[in-house]
């Protein structure tokens, strides 16, 4: 199992107080168990932002850091050590490790808070938190009113709040070299679980058994389970986007459309690909199919530092269009059909998102109302796709209720991209060679 050094840790908490002014106060909240029914819990996953900060992954803790303050300038508030209470739930880190294990300066228990924090206050020139979170924000209110209160004539209290969500979502936008390994990881073995859903696939499987055949080899693999909910959708439910009832039989003659992808060491894989429950695309499959494979092939050659994801998006946009149009499944010319959006009957998403701890991950799409431009170390999926409803009027019922996309996870570079996913076929001889039990070489693109 890979983890990260501590070091990258307290260099990161150093990097982000060091982009802000002296004595900026900033907090960051961990995530809190969620109640799933009666006295059990939903598993517990850790905050991004608070993960990304400091690699501890216990609920109910609050990351403070003030660069110049008095009491320290990273601080920890964390859950004591309590004997009875890690016998049922298991073994907390406690103050005293937290100082040595994650390089904090000091680290606090959470009955501390409330005397801890209007001191700093009191101390802060300005405030940084996520401001969208209210249950911090309340507090953050009543910690001003203590400071106020107990500090009535020395106090002068920040009188600036910024979102501290932001901030970070520049930092994790751009990943490092260690970040990057984590990731390989990650699609690395979202990869192996599509192979193995590829290759054990027979029609009249439920589409949750191929669920369960992907998730058990995340598991395997040491991630900790899926990065998202696993999207496994045969026949006419690959035209449903977020289809995650996986609860129908798969027929033989159709498509499977399975996105889905490990989270490893808190970074996800993002997979999607879609293949013939028989093993060999039919007629009409072949063409849709090679149709959204061109356009993902496209938009990974097209992706280089300085452009940008909407050009990716146009460019397979044009694509698929010009497709359509071949096929007689549009009618009319490429550039008024793409200005009419005539084409959003059959793709109705975005071809690219940030990929990272989250896989919707965080970091602006667009800069002072313009697209921003690729850099070296940004991650995000190319994911290209074409639904033909059921029950899609004015055409031949031949292509009605096939869905198909095809998703890779690629990493730009210095001169291009490096594709993360290619570990899991997507060309036709690629799928149907895999079913047959051949064994599949990774190619580049
Ligand atoms: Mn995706």
């Not at 260099?11 to 168990?33: E, F, G, I, Y």
């Not at 309590?82 to 490790?97: F, H, N, P, S, Y």
């Not at 936008?173 to 192996?192: G, H, Y």
């Not at 002072?368 to 070296?376: T, V, W």
Request: charged share 25%; glycine share 8%.
């Amino acid at each position: 199992m890979k983890h990260l050094p501590v070091e990258t840790f307290i260099k990161r908490r150093q990097q982000l107080m060091d982009s802000l002014p002296d004595k900026a106060l900033l907090l960051v909240p961990s995530a809190t168990l969620v109640t799933r029914s009666r006295d059990t819990e939903h598993p517990f996953r850790q905050d991004s932002d608070f993960w990304y900060l400091t690699g501890f992954n216990e609920p109910d803790a609050l990351l403070v850091l003030m660069k110049g303050s008095t009491l320290g300038e990273q601080l920890l508030f964390n859950q004591p050590k309590d004997k009875i209470m890690e016998t049922w739930t298991g073994v907390r880190l406690g103050q005293e490790a937290a100082v040595i294990q994650l390089g904090f300066d000091k680290a606090f228990t959470l009955a501390e808070i409330d005397a801890q924090l209007p001191k700093l206050l009191v101390e802060a020139s300005e405030v940084w938190m996520p401001i969208e979170d209210e249950a911090l924000y309340s507090r953050y209110l009543a910690w001003r009113q203590q400071a106020r209160a107990r500090f009535r004539k020395q106090a002068s209290l920040p009188n600036r709040i910024t979102d501290l969500s932001q901030q970070l979502g520049e930092m994790r936008l751009i990943k490092t070299p260690e970040e990057i390994e984590l990731m390989k990881e990650a699609a690395r073995i979202s990869a192996e679980a599509h192979n193995r859903a590829m290759q054990v696939c027979r029609p009249g499987m439920y589409e949750y058994q191929l669920q369960a055949e992907l998730e058990h080899e995340f598991k395997m693999q040491g991630a900790s389970g899926p990065a998202y909910g696993s999207i496994v959708g045969s026949g006419e439910n690959a035209c449903v986007l977020h289809y995650v009832e996986n609860k129908d039989v798969i027929q033989k003659g159709d498509l499977v459309l399975i996105d889905a992808g490990a989270e490893y060491q808190g970074y996800a894989g993002d997979i999607t690909r879609t293949f013939p429950v028989s093993g060999v695309f039919s007629l009409q499959q072949k063409q849709l199919y090679n149709l959204v494979l061109k356009a993902n092939q496209l938009a990974i050659s097209l992706t280089k530092p300085g452009v940008t994801l909407e050009e990716l998006h146009q460019a397979s946009v044009h694509c698929l269009v010009t497709g359509l149009v071949e096929l007689g499944l549009l009618k009319g010319e490429v550039p008024h059909l793409i200005e009419a959006e005539a084409y959003k009957t059959f793709y109705m998403h975005g071809t690219s998102h940030w990929l990272g701890l989250d896989v919707h991950d965080v970091g602006l799409y667009r800069q002072e109302g313009q697209a921003r431009l690729l850099e070296p170390g940004m991650v995000f999926t190319i994911e290209p796709g074409l639904y033909i409803a059921p029950d899609q009027q004015g055409i031949d019922p031949l292509w009605c209720g096939i869905g198909i996309r095809i998703e890779d996870d690629v990493l730009v570079t210095e001169t291009g991209c490096e594709v993360l996913t290619s570990a899991v076929p997507k060309t036709i001889e690629g799928i149907e060679g895999l079913m047959k039990g051949e064994v599949y070489a990774a190619t580049r693109i």
